[in-house]
């Protein structure tokens, strides 16, 4: 019932920016949290950003003063706002939703994941 489907990768050169942009469908509880998580080949998958239903942001060290998360509410979306991209940050990124059911469910989604391909 609930899809993630993510957009906005691709490969760009080392310095670049994009965008990255997640679509939730199907929600019907209220969302605790949107992230973003991102895995290199051969590495796990580690947390990149998050945001809660309350604004509150967290991010990685690794990207901390470059990405920003933000979400729009209106249209259940959150996007990731990549700037100054490192070859370290190829991957394969997944948009992530902690869905809050009857106030105490919490289920967690997964999108499909986008490429993100960063040239030095």
């Known amino acids: 019932q609930v899809h993630l489907v993510e957009s906005g990768g691709g490969l760009v050169q080392a310095g670049s920016s994009l965008r990255l942009s997640c679509a939730a469908s199907?929600?019907?509880?209220?969302?605790?949290?949107m992230g973003w998580y991102r895995q290199a080949p051969g590495k796990q998958r580690d947390l990149v950003a998050i945001?809660?239903?309350?604004?509150?942001?967290n991010y990685a060290d690794s990207v901390k003063g470059r990405f920003t998360i933000s979400t729009d509410n209106a249209k259940n979306t959150v996007h990731l706002q990549m700037n100054s991209l490192k070859p370290e940050d190829t991957a394969v990124y997944y948009c992530?939703?902690?869905?809050?059911?009857?106030?105490?469910?919490?289920?967690?989604?997964w999108g499909q994941g986008t490429q993100v391909t960063v040239s030095s």
């Open positions: 992530n939703l902690k869905e809050r059911r009857n106030g105490i469910w919490s289920i967690i989604h």
């Open positions: 945001i809660t239903g309350g604004g509150t942001t």
């Open positions: 199907g929600v019907v509880g209220s969302m605790d949290a």
